[in-house]
Nanobody, 122 residues
Framework: VQLQASGGGLVQAGGSLRLSCAAS????????MGWFRQAPGREREFVAA????????CYADSVKGRFTISRDDAKNTVYLQMNSLDPEDTAVYYC????????????????WGQGTRVTVSS
């Protein structure tokens, strides 16, 4: 699976962005999908994940209620809608595909996109 993340940019605090991750190659609908982020000097951290059938979602506590993950299997795309953005959300955001069950740990994911940068100004 090849993953291409897009939609990052510069936004003011309180604003919104929608990230997209387009997949190509193997059957997209068979994969659980996740979003992770990495800020400068920090480890990569879990943001959100969605099961292969879209029936289960999970979120990091820091984004719960502000971010929404969704998928469109017809478009082979997973989205991350980010609202009420805060400067603490500034990071490079990565999408990833997991052949296994829904997971919050990076090591569980088999394929990674190249990342898209999100900068939230105060």
């Amino acid at each position: 699976v090849q993953l291409q993340a897009s939609g990052g940019g510069l936004v003011q605090a309180g604003g919104s962005l929608r990230l997209s991750c387009a997949a190509s190659g193997r059957t997209f609908s068979a994969f659980a999908m996740g979003w992770f982020r990495q800020a400068p000097g920090r480890e990569r951290e879990f943001v959100a994940a969605i099961s292969w059938d879209g029936g289960r979602r999970c979120y990091a506590d820091s984004v719960k209620g502000r971010f929404t993950i969704s998928r469109d299997d017809a478009k082979n795309t997973v989205y991350l809608q980010m609202n009420s953005l805060d400067p603490e959300d500034t990071a490079v955001y990565y999408c990833a595909a997991d052949r296994g069950p829904l997971s919050v740990t990076p090591i569980s994911y088999d394929y990674w996109g190249q990342g898209t940068r999100v900068t939230v100004s105060s």
